[in-house]
């Protein structure tokens, strides 16, 4: 098995940390545009393999992409994070054009390849890697939602003091401050609902925090989150390449599917070795689906920016 993981930032690097650790694959290759900084990345998470006794390769490339050639998995991390009072959508200008290059040099070494696309906007860079690429519309997963979610529970998690392992619980949507749904009627603690132990104003509030919460770590930090956000990549790769068929809130394309048609959006899906392979309908109710089909006006703004 082999991954690439494209971008060597933050995000990047941390997601094949994580692949690395998990021995999800015999080799990664991280790949960065700037000179040496994936060859010093990979050079120091090496110098690691003794220290916590993992057996993969991991090798980093200056923009050379014969390197990457015969990858099962890419991870397409390159482009610019946002800085704080920054939206995701802003950084369509010069991320769509990374992305698109990048994708499409990936391909041309690795046409069997399943995509996994973490660049923001994120259901906006989906889209375009999906109309780019030409390719069966399962091999072009945006990670969006498994990281949402996470954050979901894990300010349920906070509310109810409890530990976030017991939380089921999934946002859909568009993955943008005001464009995703976290699905509070439907969020569990060990089974029941979550309503259950916590009144609607604190479940309101926990789902407004959830929504900033990417704005949240960004003002915190200066720049936006990575030890989430490459979790949530690898955690995807792993269903990937274990054929887990673990089911993640992701952006796919969809086809009529809750409502919508030619739009890459969060949903449910099973994640398994081709891809995703289905999607799961969770019936949403009249509100959530009016609140599904608001967030698709706004990406679909978004990829129209695409063609104007
Ligand atoms: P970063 O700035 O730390 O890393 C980005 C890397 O991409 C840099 O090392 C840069 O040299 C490289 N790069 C730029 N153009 C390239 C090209 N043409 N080819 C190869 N490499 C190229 O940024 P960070 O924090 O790692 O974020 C990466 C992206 O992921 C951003 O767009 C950010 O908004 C997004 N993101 C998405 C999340 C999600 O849930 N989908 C969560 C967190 C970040």
């Not at 200008?93 to 290059?101: E, S």
């Not at 780019?132 to 399962?138: I, S």
């Not at 009249?286 to 608001?294: M, P, Y």
């Amino acid at each position: 098995m082999k991954i690439t993981v494209v971008g060597a930032g933050a995000v990047g690097a941390t997601c094949a940390d994580n692949i690395a650790r998990k021995e999800l694959a015999s080799e990664v290759v991280l790949l960065d545009i700037k000179e040496g900084f994936a060859e010093g990345k990979a050079m120091d998470m090496m110098q690691t393999a003794t220290l916590l006794g993992f057996d993969t390769k991991i090798t980093g490339s200056t923009n050379d992409y014969t390197k990457t050639a015969g990858s099962d998995v890419v991870v397409i991390t390159s482009g610019l994070p946002r800085k704080p009072g920054m939206t995701r959508e802003e950084l369509i200008g010069i991320n769509a054009g990374i992305v698109k290059g990048v994708a499409e040099n990936i391909l041309k070494h690795s046409p069997n390849a399943i995509f996994l696309i973490i660049s923001n906007p994120m259901d906006t860079m989906t889209y375009l890697a999906f109309k780019a690429l030409g390719l069966p519309k399962n091999r072009i997963i945006g990670m969006g939602g498994a990281l949402d979610s996470s954050r979901f529970k894990y300010y349920l998690s906070q509310a109810m003091n409890c530990s976030p392992n017991e939380i089921h619980g999934t946002v859909v949507g568009g993955h943008g401050d005001t464009t995703m749904i976290p699905l509070t009627r439907l969020a569990t603690y060990n089974g029941t609902p979550v309503s259950n132990y916590i009144d609607a104003d604190t479940l309101k509030k926990v789902a407004a925090d959830t929504m900033v919460g990417g704005a949240t770590l960004t003002g915190l930090l200066g720049t936006s989150a990575w030890y989430a956000p490459g979790a949530a990549g690898a955690a995807m790769v792993e269903a990937i390449v274990r054929d887990e068929k673990r089911v993640f809130a992701s952006s796919v394309y969809l086809e009529g599917e809750y409502g919508q048609n030619d739009i890459c959006m969060g949903v449910p899906v099973v994640v398994g070795k081709n891809g995703w392979e289905k999607i799961i309908d969770f019936k949403l109710n009249e509100e959530e689906q009016a609140a599904f089909a608001k967030s698709a006006d706004a990406v679909r703004n978004m990829n129209n920016v695409l063609v104007d």
